[in-house]
């Protein structure tokens, strides 16, 4: 695909309930973010994964948030035991890296929005 | 803890006048870029600047990295109702990949 998906682009579960978000990146991209974004706020980094591995996991904000990247494209974002306060949009974006650190590019994606109920 | 404060929060114009909106944060960047998001969508990427005092220009839209790289102006010149929509800065900390988000600016353009 030319962008990066995710699906769904709704989700309302029940509180206590488990639920996982999808992203494809863009083809041939790398690296892969997550970030969550609540009302009124700007996006805020979750997790980063360099090909198959986490490489920085330092914005998980608890143990009942855990991604993983398989086969180093598409990633699952996984939510156990969620919490009314987990509710917010949670972004996937993907990178090439061929800029290096100095202006590497993110491409986000349209989001999730995930309501608890 | 890296922060990059926005500012102004909302800014209502009409057609035709120019605005600015300012991005400052007490730590050094070693990137920043500005993102356009609208309602229900993600953020879309509109420019990465790097080096300080750097200045790039997309059309009406004129951005510019502090000389430190602690801050970032962007600059609309003769705005349109197109433009309207929630701007926002992120910054990459040197060694990072993780981009800092400001709050965003709110932009709406009166036609």
């Known amino acids: 695909g030319a962008g990066v998906s995710q699906t769904p682009s709704n989700k309302v579960t029940e509180k206590g309930k488990y639920v996982e978000l999808r992203c494809d990146p863009i083809s041939g991209h790398t690296a892969l973010y997550w970030y969550r974004q609540s009302l009124g706020q700007g996006p805020e980094f979750l997790i980063y994964?360099?090909?198959?591995?986490?490489?920085?996991d330092s914005g998980l904000p608890n143990d009942r948030f855990f991604a993983v990247r398989p086969e180093g494209s598409v990633s699952t974002l996984k939510i156990q035991r969620t919490e009314r306060g987990d509710s917010a949009v949670y972004l996937c974006a993907s990178s090439s890296h061929s800029r290096g650190l100095a202006g590497d590019e993110q491409y986000f994606g349209p989001g999730t929005r995930l309501t608890v109920t | 803890t890296q922060l990059l404060e926005q500012s102004p929060q909302f800014l209502s114009i009409q057609e035709g006048e120019n605005l600015t909106v300012y991005c400052n944060s007490s730590s050094v960047f070693s990137s920043l870029q500005w993102y356009r998001q609208e309602p229900g969508e993600g953020p879309v990427l509109l420019v990465t600047v790097v080096t300080g005092g750097e200045v790039k220009k997309l059309k009406r839209l004129t951005f510019q990295f502090g000389d430190a790289r602690k801050d970032s102006s962007l600059h609309i010149t003769a705005a349109q109702p197109g433009d309207t929509g929630l701007y926002l800065c992120a910054g990459m900390g040197a060694g990072s990949y993780q981009l800092t988000f400001g709050k965003g600016t709110k932009l709406s353009v009166i036609p």
């Open positions: 994964f360099q090909g198959t591995g986490a490489a920085d």
